[in-house]
């Protein structure tokens, strides 16, 4: 007899694992996007500096609030560029086979040394999380 209630189970488990991988994946082009897009404001931003400070030596007038504003510019774009690199490799993470321990790419469907099925276990463990969630206690009433 065929258990349909276990083919279901197994059948959402893996629709699960699947919308998982996609929202890693977009989570990654993205952040390699917004890296790409810090990265270049940065070289506007010093080529910026680079003209400013030229242009106050050519003309004699230094104007140092304007260069510290610049900087400043640049210490913003720098520190959010340190985000995006740290939740770019955050989210590009291994992930450990469970069965022979071997690291594999993040996003990885079957372990590239015993061939199991990543996401299936990935899942898996998710859904044994979740029942360990201790339930709140029932409301002690006390006799007096
Ligand atoms: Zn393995």
């Known amino acids: 007899m065929i258990d349909f209630d276990k083919i279901m189970d197994k059948a959402k488990v893996y629709a699960s694992a699947a919308s998982k991988k996609t929202g890693e994946v977009v989570e990654v082009s993205k952040l390699k996007l917004k890296e790409i897009q ?5 070289r506007d931003a010093y080529a910026d500096l680079g003209a400013i400070v030229y242009d106050m030596k050519k003309s004699g007038a230094v104007n140092e609030d304007l260069i510290d504003t610049c900087i400043e510019g640049i210490d913003e774009i720098r520190a959010k560029l340190d985000d995006v690199s740290d939740r ?22 079957f372990c590239n040394q015993c061939g199991a099925n990543l996401a299936v276990e990935e899942a898996r463990k998710e859904d044994e999380a979740g029942l360990e969630k201790p339930a709140a206690l029932p409301e002690q009433h006390t006799e007096e």
């Open 38 to 42: 810090a990265n270049s404001e940065l």
């Open 88 to 109: 770019y490799h955050a989210v590009k993470k291994t992930v450990r086979c469970d069965f022979c321990g071997a690291q594999n790419k993040a996003g990885s469907l």
